[in-house]
């Protein structure tokens, strides 16, 4: 499938792509995500035409390799944002509360996507990106 849809870096800013388990809709409300939380990986604009469609392919590839081991269970999906000030890639998970199985499956994200040390990625439960009241969630771990 991945062969014959429009790369990520070729979308038009507003577009997603998501892809979840069967039977979750990529929406906080869904049972299976209300109260989970995601990782997030935010790229700037410049980041697109270098690195956001081979982070987009590893992403989808921990999701159907099962890179998670037995906290794969935990993973419903992962999106896809293409916006105008900058890209937006997050792993959401089912349990927020969870906290050795989220900070692994962050842990082994960060390490497949191939980030530096210093580059920190962070989980946002849902719940308070739902009542955040400026742009940014708080971020309720950091890997």
């Known amino acids: 499938m ?65 890179s998670f081991e037995e906290h794969g269970r935990e993973v419903c999906g992962a999106v896809i944002n293409i916006r105008t000030k900058g890209d937006k890639i997050a792993v959401w998970t089912s349990e927020a509360e969870n906290q050795a199985a989220v900070l692994h499956i962050g842990r082994v994200y960060k390490e497949r996507l191939g980030l530096s040390m210093k580059t920190i990625i962070g989980y946002q439960a849902h719940a308070d990106t739902a009542s955040k009241s400026n742009s940014l969630a708080k971020n309720k771990f950091v890997v």
């Open 2 to 66: 991945y062969s014959h849809i429009q790369l990520a870096s070729k979308l038009s800013s507003g577009c997603d792509y998501a892809l979840f388990k069967d039977g979750i809709q990529p929406m906080w409300e869904d049972g299976r995500n209300k109260r989970g939380g995601r990782w997030l990986v935010s790229l700037a604009k410049q980041q697109r035409h270098i690195e956001l469609d081979r982070l987009w392919l590893e992403t989808l590839l921990c999701l159907i390799g099962e």
